[in-house]
């Protein structure tokens, strides 16, 4: 017997049908005595919609009334959820974000999680009652109704599983797992079996949009276990089909155990969000770099990739970097406002970029990643604008027109392409 809590994403909740698969499913695996607790979000597409509203009313509107509109979806399907696994035979409740309590800080829209009243919700699970638990939600110290951001009920599961130790957190969602590259543009990318946090936070934050990247820092922050898996499977379906999020550790033990060898490059991921700005004719002196990005800090805008050439020639030196394409015409302002006390000659934009990205716990131990990502793309005649480096990922800047070029020969080039059926 396992405490297992299943989290179902809009795509699952969206309509009467696919809610009484979900019940369906759950029942499957109440039947094989499993403890369940399940998240649920709302119908795909509701909670654009809601914000629609919220914009409708009042462009300036209050964010702790938005909180009040957006949670809304979320109540009507656990709601349902519940309705309908009664009236399936299976015992379930729904607890609103303010009955467990699902405790927040005070930040209206992007709230982190705090704590989590495990009190209820445990004698429940024990006595074999499934708990249906609203994503997305929770209330603040003042009893207000909080939310947790864009795709956070990812983080709203993740969180419940940490709380009742639960031993793993199903993410059923309308991909069947975590694949090594965008199979739209690779369509012989693979599904992984197995994919540390780091890896994933890495594929996340660089364009694979499987999972909110807060909740996979907060799955590897609790050591939770999470597996991702689509919930148009055959629901009776008992082994673990989807892609586990595991540590280092426990990867390293299910390859000894499967005898299998660890791939070098586990995943290649794409970012089309990102704009390049490149500073030119900038001073070469100490404090001209910190003038250029500390502007950029204060006004909260997230700076990627940084060149800056070392100049032998001249006493100035071009600085080029990366910035949310969101932020491009922001940025620009910020420092164009700033040129005399900075000193640059003009800056030059290109928003026709994308970011690839290489990742892999396996390069940590092996030389020549970043050689043979350098030599694919040259050998293409891809022109590399800027690169980057962490222990486990090597990304480069490229025009944005040759994506799918790169993804599709890096993705054969380190060995990642399925073989042919
Ligand atoms: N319903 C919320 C959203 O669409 C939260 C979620 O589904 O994860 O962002
Ligand atoms: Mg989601």
């Known amino acids: 017997m396992a405490r297992i809590v299943m989290k179902f994403g809009g795509t699952s909740m969206a309509g009467m049908e696919r809610i009484r698969n979900v019940a369906a499913r759950v029942k499957h695996v ?40 957006v949670a809304s979806g979320e109540q009507v399907t656990s709601g349902l959820l519940a309705m309908t696994l009664k009236a399936m035979g299976v015992e379930a409740r729904s607890w609103l974000g303010w009955q467990l309590p699902i405790r927040t800080e005070e930040a209206h829209a992007k709230a982190r999680i705090t704590d989590i009243g495990t009190l209820d919700l445990m004698a429940a699970m024990r006595s074999g009652q499934v708990a249906v638990i609203p994503g997305f939600q929770g209330v603040m110290a003042d009893g207000r109704i909080s939310t947790l951001g864009r795709g956070g009920s990812d983080t709203s599961a993740v969180a419940v599983a940490a709380a009742v130790k639960a031993d793993r957190c199903d993410i059923y969602t309308d991909v069947d797992g975590v694949y090594t590259t965008d199979p739209r543009i690779v369509a012989r990318a693979r599904k992984l079996n197995l994919v540390t946090y780091e890896e994933m936070l890495e594929l996340a934050s660089v364009g694979a949009k499987v999972l909110q990247t807060r909740s996979v820092g907060l799955a590897m922050k609790e050591g939770v276990v999470v597996q991702v898996l689509s919930s148009f499977d055959d629901p009776t379906q008992d082994d673990l089909p989807g892609t586990l999020i595991v540590s280092e550790e426990e990867l390293e033990a299910k390859l000894k155990e499967d005898q299998m060898e660890r791939q070098l490059i586990t995943g290649i991921a794409h970012d089309k969000n990102e704009a390049k700005i490149i500073v030119t004719r900038v001073p070469d002196k100490p404090g001209a770099v910190a003038s250029i990005f500390s502007p950029l800090a204060e006004a909260s805008i997230n700076v990627d990739m940084i060149i800056q050439n070392d100049s032998k020639e001249k006493e100035e030196t071009d600085v080029t970097f990366t910035v949310p394409r969101a932020d491009l015409a922001r940025s620009v302002d910020l420092l164009e406002s700033r040129k005399d006390q900075i000193g640059f000659r003009r800056i030059i934009t290109d928003a026709e970029v994308a970011k690839i990205s290489v990742v892999g716990v396996g390069m940590r131990s092996h030389a020549g990643v970043a050689a043979t990502m350098f030599k694919t793309l040259g050998d293409r005649g891809i022109n590399i604008e800027a690169i980057s480096t962490s222990e486990i990922k090597v990304s480069v800047l490229i025009d944005e027109d040759e994506t799918e070029l790169a993804v599709r020969v890096l993705h054969t080039a380190y060995g990642l392409d399925a073989p042919v059926a």
């Not at 909670?47 to 300036?60: I, N, Q, Y």
């Open 30 to 69: 109440v039947e094989q005595g499993h403890e369940v607790a399940v998240v649920v979000s709302a119908m795909a597409g509701e909670t654009d919609r809601l914000v629609g509203f919220c914009k409708e009313a009042s462009p300036l509107y209050d964010p702790a009334e938005y909180d009040v509109v």
